[in-house]
């Protein structure tokens, strides 16, 4: 899934142009809950992608920022496959 899932650490990139950017989220930004599920760490995150299909539109909740004690606020992203880079 392409959201903004390429973990490194506990930090996540958002795919340029993918369903994340589209919504609104940008590097930097704080993922706490997707789709009513909190959300810690970058396992979290996985975990809940496994429970929604490609097409499924989900709320996410993002706090802006690199730390999440800003108010969150709640963008809808449609869940899509990732695509494969180029060679």
Do not use: H, Q, W
Request: proline share 10%.
């Amino acid at each position: 899934y392409r959201l903004a899932v390429s973990a490194d650490g506990d930090r996540l990139r958002v795919a340029p142009d993918g369903p994340a950017e589209r919504a609104g989220i940008a590097a930097g930004d704080v993922i706490v809950g997707f789709n009513s599920n909190p959300v810690r760490t970058p396992d979290d995150l996985m975990y809940a992608l496994f429970g929604v299909s490609p097409g499924e539109k989900v709320p996410v909740n993002v706090a802006r920022g690199r730390r999440a004690n800003g108010k969150p606020r709640i963008v809808e992203v449609e869940v899509s496959f990732r695509k494969k880079p180029s060679p």
